[in-house]
């Protein structure tokens, strides 16, 4: 029995349920995480006392995966949101810091850059960026892109100099607290590290410090990355630990071959750049032959989709067209934020496919790749050990398509124009979702007893879906 223990980035059901959902296909796996509700949300910080509480009493375990936000900070969105000063969080982490290397074999951590979006919406942010929002990226994006390019000159700012200055200082002290993880790093600590970008671009004070660490991380010498993403990260360090230097050979096949150098949005690098060092951060190797997976990308050929901003784009490639007679997984990216409708009807059209080890569709490139390599991961080596439950595999597959095809790229858009009332409009949906429940069970071969719908976040971004199976 492998022991593992995750301390995820907050409570959304993509951080905790499908951790749990996935490593479920692996009977020989026991995962240990902290309770829920003492996680992070949208407007609640984590109960930091209490995530030390689980830590310091957590037996030795073979793995764990630290979200550094969380016990930083409280948190992702805390992370931006949260006014204690460095020598507060320095203190608090040098506490956690005394307990973690005697908790695991292997320890691999994560920590974000903090990200700037660029929109007017304080949901995520602090208050003001409701009115300044935009205005600090573009003063962001114009002081980097000053600094990058000697040609061009301009200083540009219309936010307000207190505004400025706070915004300044969180994001001083929050990439001073990602340089001491390096120290943590070099002290043996971490057994690898892991910075996150997401909502990026070409120029932008993330963008700069990103580049900050990684020139720090190569004269060094560390085992640390850069990467861009988010939620899928610490899936994509379970992988890697789980691999322990066993490579899994995939052989990558394109929808698009010809548009790999494509961005994907909300993303600073080529489809082909992003699936490549997603396998490569899970601990796998892209080959061209004599592969163990083959990974279907269903890519977009022109501009990806975005099912959030009613982008729909729906791909005509069916991964059956390819030479899949080897097990092989699908990460479907033709568009951000859900399915392709297209291709899912295609993939319905028969009964699942025993070669079919994992699907995800969720929200960036980044995301979709990180939860189908790891998903693919844990059944290849757990058919590989004798400890698969298919069952498991069946509901991993069935609350995957329900959220990104069901809900994601069809329902949704009705819940996301119902608001404030998103609870409500769920509510009118329940028929609506027994139609694809039907049908995805149907494909799956999948018996189950009740499934429960709820927005955790009260927003139409997450939902959690709950499945009793029989």
Known sequence: MKKIALIPIDN???????VKDILGQDTSLKLFMPENRFLGGLIQPCNIDEIYNFLNNLDHVDILVIALDTIAYGGLVSSRRCNDSYEEIKKRLEKFKEVISQKADKVLAFSSIMRISNNNINEEEKEYWSKWGKRIFEFSYYQHKSRKDKSYNCVYNQVPQEIL??????????????????DWLEDKTLDMLVFSKDDTGKYGLNVEEAEKLEEKIIKRNLKAKVKTGADEIPLSLLANGLLDNENIKIKVNYAYPKSVDKISKYEDISVKDCTEGQIELAGCKVVQDNEDLNLFVNNFEFDQGDLVLGDLINSSKNPKSYDLNKPYFIADINNANGADNGLIKMLLENKIDKNLYSYCGYNTSANTLGCAIL??????????????????????????????????????KFVRESAPNFLDALKEKSEEFKQYEQKIANFLDFKYNKIDYSLPWDRSFEVRINVESL
């Open 12 to 18: 959304r059901p993509i951080c905790y349920d499908l």
């Open 165 to 182: 200055d706070d915004y300044l200082n969180t994001r001083n002290r929050n990439f001073k607290i990602n340089e001491m993880y390096l």
């Open 375 to 412: 998903s693919a991961t844990v059944k290849f080596l757990a058919t590989k050990n004798n400890s698969y439950n298919d069952n498991a595999f069946k509901k991993l597959m069935f609350i995957r398509l329900l959220d990104d095809w069901a809900y994601q790229a069809n329902i949704r």
